[in-house]
T-cell receptor
């Protein structure tokens, strides 16, 4: 149990376009979902936390108008990178947790974004 | 800044136990310690977590010191497939440190 999927697994897009990444909890309901970004040879950096039905909470330095997060259901959260630029190229990873408080996070397989 | 500190890298011989330490001196009394590992180009995989007592599951054992300021993840019989970056994270998981790159060698 506790499987999280992401789609797509990799995407290449042109500079200036928008890209949507989906994160789904397949066998449990996720009250809270998280979005991380990971650059090569670096650790995971939390971008934002979203609770189902609420607006996402963004970490300092993460532009909420550029990285749009929607968590409309207990099994789906989406991250849209708007007007993507080459510096947005990264590995984006989501995770999901059953509860809004403490608890184990289960991570998706990640989405590799390359902006040309 | 990361709240946990781990050695950046460790080597282990295949078949031997791998002991990965972590310092989490600022952990709150009700926060769990979680361990994950990340194999190259994949999402982190949950391994184990604990609060005060030592824990064991099919993947690993977790030893937590009595003062809860540090813990050790033990992989009892490391295999080549255990080569990965291992992260020790405090309960809210808002901050990941650099982790330990474990290299299991034949």
């Amino acid at each position: 149990g506790a499987v999280v999927s992401q789609h797509p697994s990799r995407v290449i897009c042109k500079s200036g376009t928008s890209v949507k990444i989906e994160c789904r909890s397949l066998d449990f309901q996720a009250t809270t979902m998280f979005w991380y970004r990971q650059f090569p040879k670096q650790s995971l950096m939390l971008m934002a936390t979203s609770n189902e039905g609420s607006k996402a909470t963004y970490e300092q330095g993460v532009e909420k108008d550029k990285f749009l997060i929607n968590h409309a259901s207990l099994t789906l959260s989406t991250l849209t990178v708007t007007s993507a630029h080459p510096e947005d190229s990264s590995f984006y990873i989501c995770s999901a947790r059953r509860t809004s408080g403490a608890g184990t996070q289960y991570f998706g397989p990640g989405t590799r974004l390359l902006v040309l | 800044d990361a709240k946990t500190t781990q050695p950046p890298s460790m080597d282990c011989a295949e078949g031997r136990a791998a002991n990965l330490p972590c310092n989490h001196s600022t952990i709150s009394g009700n926060e769990y310690v979680y361990w994950y590992r990340q194999i190259h180009s994949q999402g982190p995989q949950y391994i184990i977590h604990g609060l005060k007592n030592n824990e064991t599951n099919e993947m690993a054992s977790l030893i937590i010191t009595e003062d809860r300021k540090s813990s050790t993840l033990i992989l009892p019989h490391a295999t080549l497939r255990d080569t990965a970056v291992y992260y020790c994270v405090e309960g809210n998981m808002l901050t990941f440190g650099g982790g330990t790159r474990l290299m299991v060698k034949p």
